[in-house]
């Protein structure tokens, strides 16, 4: 399907490209596509140093984290005015947030829809020296912000951004979505081996009952983007499930815990780990292999009511797994220079999904 899909949108041989600008109209539109903005940046310095490309800042969520985009980015940006949005834009002129054109005028896949196509992303290799750093002018005034509501100066800290409806996971939501509840014991866990937890989000987000052992910063009032910012830029780890801010951490280098992981991707980079979700055949009494999983017709679904309807049984991380791993990338991220070997579990998931 992806191969046919290719093929298709390469057009003739002799259609070429005759300006160096293309225009990205979804890579300010969501938290997690200015994280792709960064990818798309960290590719094509590489593949097409000389290209522009146009942006619409206005429809940034985050304007904070997209004027450090802008300052950091090693191709030349066009900033497109609000009056321009509706302007007709040739088709061959854009990449999207799923495709992009290369200069010899073939179509690459973009990271957003990487799981199943077998390319590989090199983007997600970021030099050290090309991370976005901690905004110095208004590090005082962030971190103040922060100790009002509970940060510990002395403490170092980890990111919570679970994804989970207003009315509560047990009634709402996609199947991508996980329960805030489930990571109480994993948020103590980081508190007895000396950090912190600071919890992000929407403020439509169940709020954290009483004595979870977590900061809400997610439901408090002192929310604005150059705090979120801080936030990413100086957390040690970074934990949560499918949502948009699990991509805009990715330009900060901090290791990322993808917890219930829904749909499966294994592409990322690669100090990441990854707890997918798991798939359940009531008929079969069993879990599905991974390789079952992506061929069946509900192996992508974000509705809960299709699988509802359904013989499978989408499986969430527990409490037990979610503290185990956890505890796993705080031991790894104490060992960055060894060598941490693939098992026969990754390269089922790896192969699965046709990733390199």
């Excluded at 984290?65 to 009056?83: D, T, V």
């Excluded at 854009?94 to 990487?114: A, C, H, Q």
């Excluded at 009952?209 to 002192?222: E, L, V, W």
């Excluded at 969430?316 to 060598?339: G, R």
Aim: charged content about 25%; aromatic content about 10%.
């Amino acid at each position: 399907h992806f191969e046919k899909k290719r093929i298709r949108l390469s057009g003739p041989p002799q259609e070429k490209i005759n300006s160096r600008l293309r225009y990205l109209p979804d890579h300010t539109k969501h938290m997690g596509h200015l994280g792709f903005l960064f990818l798309y940046n960290n590719y094509y310095r590489n593949i097409d140093p000389k290209r522009s490309i146009a942006i619409w800042p206005h429809l940034s969520p985050n304007s904070f984290y997209l004027n450090k985009l802008i300052e950091a980015s090693p191709i030349n940006i066009k900033l497109m005015s609000r009056e321009s949005w509706n302007q007709v834009i040739s088709e061959n002129e854009k990449d999207t947030i799923m495709m992009s054109r290369l200069p010899n005028s073939v179509w690459r896949f973009e990271p957003i829809i990487g799981a199943g196509t077998g390319q590989e992303f090199p983007e997600f290799n970021i030099s050290s020296l090309d991370l976005l750093r901690t905004d110095i002018s208004t590090h005082e005034f962030c971190e103040d912000r922060l100790v009002s509501i509970g940060l510990d100066r002395k403490r170092w800290f980890s990111i919570l951004h679970i994804k989970e409806d207003g009315a509560g996971y047990e009634v709402s939501g996609e199947t991508r979505d996980a329960n805030v509840l489930d990571y109480e014991m994993a948020c103590q866990s980081i508190r007895d081996l000396g950090g912190q937890v600071i919890r992000m989000g929407s403020a439509s987000f169940p709020p954290l009952p009483k004595g979870f052992p977590a900061i809400d910063y997610a439901n408090s009032s002192i929310r604005l983007d150059a705090i979120d910012y801080w936030l990413w830029a100086n957390c040690t780890s970074w934990i949560g499930n499918c949502n948009g801010a699990s991509v805009a951490v990715i330009p900060f280098g901090k290791p990322r815990l993808i917890t219930n992981q829904w749909p499966l991707d294994p592409n990322g980079p690669s100090q990441d780990l990854v707890i997918p979700k798991l798939f359940f055949s009531r008929k079969r009494h069993k879990f599905l292999k991974f390789h079952e999983i992506v061929s069946h017709e509900l192996g992508r679904t974000m509705s809960r009511s299709m699988l509802g309807n359904s013989d499978i049984k989408l499986i969430d991380n527990t409490p037990e797994v979610l503290n185990e791993s956890a505890i796993q990338l705080h031991m790894d991220i104490q060992k960055t220079k060894e060598h941490f070997e693939v098992n026969k579990i990754d390269l089922s998931f790896y192969e699965a999904l046709r990733t390199p």
